[in-house]
Nanobody
Framework: QVQLVESGGGLALPGGSLRLSCAAS????????MGWYRQAPGKQRELVAR???????HYVDSVKGRFTISRDNAKNTVYLQMNSLKPDDTAVYYC????????????????WGQGTQVTVSS
């Protein structure tokens, strides 16, 4: 079994910062892409940022220059540093990873965290 556990959400003022963390654990063989998605009330879930095992990153246009994704492969952890937060960033943020397990190392599967609420409000 594989689990993704997120932490670091909460309330921030506009212009403030938050840092999200997501740690993967379990019978992990390899972790390929790790990323963060978000879903605001009444909206579809959208990709915020993703990072490959070689640290190549991609961001949605709305967060470029404000958010930074990084990962620690030794700790199976991905981070999202969010600066200059805006009320439009308010959403539940979900961690996502493509992982192969020890039991089935040839098949990558999508795993999701439980979500962490980020609220940006004055």
């Amino acid at each position: 079994q594989v689990q993704l556990v997120e932490s670091g959400g909460g309330l921030a003022l506009p212009g403030g910062s938050l840092r999200l963390s997501c740690a993967a654990s379990g019978s992990i063989a390899s972790i390929y892409v790790m990323g963060w998605y978000r879903q605001a009330p009444g909206k579809q879930r959208e990709l915020v940022a993703r990072i490959t095992s070689g640290s190549k990153s991609h961001y949605v246009d709305s967060v470029k220059g404000r958010f930074t994704i990084s990962r620690d492969n030794a700790k199976n952890t991905v981070y999202l540093q969010m600066n200059s937060l805006k009320p439009d960033d308010t959403a539940v943020y979900y961690c996502n990873a493509v992982i192969t397990t020890v039991q089935d190392p040839g098949k990558g599967e999508n795993y999701w965290g439980q979500g962490t609420q980020v609220t940006v409000s004055s």
